[in-house]
């Protein structure tokens, strides 16, 4: 599972726009397929942890005889190139998701999404033991444009063989333990460091990576959105980046890596990431927040790892980023009806029990389901994961590279801008107003 920071950047330009849609061609899911069937096309990233819907197929089109699926894939790379290629050659796909990089309200601001209300019949969140408040994250206006179907959230990974040789606890799962403090896992993380600019010899207490780098200030209680921004579109009408308290929240974040030390410079992220694809799995990092699509690799660890609570902050509302994948339809799709039994097969019980296993350990959002899921990492309790989720639900807040409008252009300044932190070449307080300046002028472009 790719990290969502890395699937979210900036727009690819569709220059490539003949050939990105012919890549398309031939698979669309508004030819019919032999007499009376229809075929259903599904768009996905050519990676297994999506492919694998393609050994489901055989299943599902025998209990759905007048239903044919076809799967198309691209590189990730070229997910949204292609998909807007072939949307504007009118050869747009029926079921995709926002596994590129753009998100949920940029597909809808532009018009990409078919309204499921019409077509939800006797389908029943509850039914599809999908929780209210996850299903609530796709609709507007109370009309509904994707159904979940995986549920990832933050959790808090720790190597238990460096918890063990410096003699420190580890921490606990539950997310009610208020003694669990940011504080706190600092002072663990201190413990746990051994700073060196020898790399072959630093080891790090905390990777403190809370989803993208606008929505940590938020678990420090600064809000760098304006509040209409969640009832507007996702489009904020201000942004509050050089207000004093998200500057606070910013020196916090970057001061575990250039003051407190106990964090790992973008240097050595980058020595081992090279090497092992995620600098936790180098060994030498303590603990690392992060999305829980790293329990998929946890059989890769050659250590033993466990699985902990995000500790409380400032903010006691949000600990915990929620990534919600949901199954959209396609505006232009001519079967809607047919593409939503594809998609309420896929969230179903057993179907998602299923895909636990062809995915690579892909969490379902089917809360039946998930208990498989919560048993599905060898060495790791599943009481544990269990807590655990159900901790990030309560605290949980959706991924704002889901919820903001043109949030792929916007990105690529946070990354640019706040790098000059990360590097340790200047101050948040250098850095904060001119991204303020540079955001507010892309907004009025793009917001007009």
């Known amino acids: 599972m790719q990290s969502k920071v890395m699937r979210k950047g900036m727009w690819k330009g569709v220059a490539a726009g003949v050939i990105a849609a012919g ?22 990233i050519d990676s297994p942890d999506r492919t694998f819907v393609e050994q489901l197929i055989p299943d599902f089109e025998a209990k759905h005889p007048g239903i044919k699926i076809k799967v198309t894939k691209a590189p990730y790379e070229q997910f949204d190139s292609k998909l ?11 079921v995709t998701s926002q596994w590129g990089y753009g998100g949920f309200m940029e597909y809808y601001n532009k018009g990409m999404l078919a309204d499921l209300t019409p077509y939800l019949g006797d389908f029943k969140a509850e039914a599809a033991h999908i929780p209210k408040s996850v299903m609530d994250i796709y609709k507007v206006d109370g009309k509904t444009y994707g159904i979940p179907l995986n549920s990832y959230v933050s959790v808090l990974l720790y190597n238990k063989d460096l918890f063990d040789k410096a003699g420190v606890p580890y921490p606990p799962s539950d997310y009610e333990d208020k003694s669990w403090t940011f504080d706190e896992m600092v002072q663990a993380a201190r413990k746990l460091t051994i700073d060196s600019k020898n790399l072959a010899e630093a080891q790090y207490g905390l990777d403190f990576g809370l989803g993208e780098r606008d929505q940590r200030p938020l678990y420090f209680g600064a809000k760098v959105y304006a509040e209409d921004t969640w009832a507007n579109g996702g489009k904020p009408s201000k942004v509050n980046f050089d207000q ?5 929240a910013y020196k916090k974040i970057y001061g575990l890596i250039w003051d407190e ?31 829980s699509w790293s329990l998929a690799a946890s059989s890769d660890f050659n250590f033993k790892v466990g699985v902990a609570a995000v500790p409380q902050g400032p903010n006691p509302d949000f600990r915990s980023v929620l990534y919600i994948d949901p199954l959209f339809v396609l505006k232009d799709s001519k079967h809607p009806k047919e593409a939503l039994e594809w998609i309420q097969y896929l969230v179903s019980t057993d179907v998602q029990k299923k895909s636990i296993e062809l995915s690579g350990g892909n969490p379902p959002v089917n809360q039946e389901a998930a208990e498989t899921y919560y048993s599905h990492f060898e060495g790791i309790d599943p009481a544990v994961i269990k807590q655990v989720y159900e901790g990030a639900y309560r605290y949980g807040f959706e991924s704002y590279n889901h919820l903001i409008d043109n949030y792929s252009q916007m990105n690529e300044l946070y990354i640019n801008e706040l790098a000059n932190i990360e590097n340790g070449d200047k101050s948040a307080e250098e850095v904060l107003p001119v991204l303020q300046e540079k955001l507010t002028k892309l907004l009025g472009r793009v917001n007009p």
């Open 261 to 291: 030390k106990v964090s790992p410079p973008p240097a050595f992220s980058k020595s081992v990431a090279g090497q092992f694809g995620d600098p936790f799995l180098s060994g030498k990092i303590a603990m690392s927040v992060v999305g």
């Open 84 to 94: 807007q290629s072939a949307i504007a050659a009118k050869n747009a796909p029926d």
């Open 23 to 44: 890549a398309l061609a031939g698979c669309s899911g508004n030819g019919d397929s032999g007499g009376d069937a229809v075929t259903i096309t599904h768009y996905t």
């Open 244 to 248: 004093p308290d998200v500057i606070a």
